[in-house]
């Protein structure tokens, strides 16, 4: 197995990412919780090398506003319940949030809220996976890898561009 990672600049700060045989398997922020240490990041990859530049291209252009849904190659490994979950996150419409609890309806298991939110906790890739979309029943923010600073920025940032509410100066 082939493991190497890249850091790149983004609005929401360095992202280190992580790709395992190819394909995209980790995205991590700075001060990010469940953050491994560096040493499992593998070795050092060539930002130009496939998936980091097609990671880095769709990024510029989801920050720049151009971009609503990701389309890369992506490793992610987990529970059978864990990769559901964040199969659905990808449906959430950009701009718009579910609940822990519906997304646990839309997967098919209504009484697991809480599961669903530690699934959404463990999602290797943020902002990728749009786990930032996911909020309290009441509609508050709840917890996020990233912190909640950048989920909130996040949310903002995404219902601006799809013209949902006016914020200005998010990133």
Known sequence: ??????VLESPCGPLTLVATDGALSHLYMTDQRHRPPEEDFGAPGDPGDAPFAETARQLAAYFAGELTRFDLPLALHGTPFQRRVWAALQEIPYGTTVSYGELAGRIGSPGASRAVGLANGRNPVGIIVPCHR??????????YGGGLDRKRRLLAFEREVAGTEEQEGLF
């Open 134 to 143: 996911v909020v309290g029943a009441d509609g508050s923010l709840t917890g």
């Open 1 to 6: 197995m082939s493991v190497v990672h890249t």
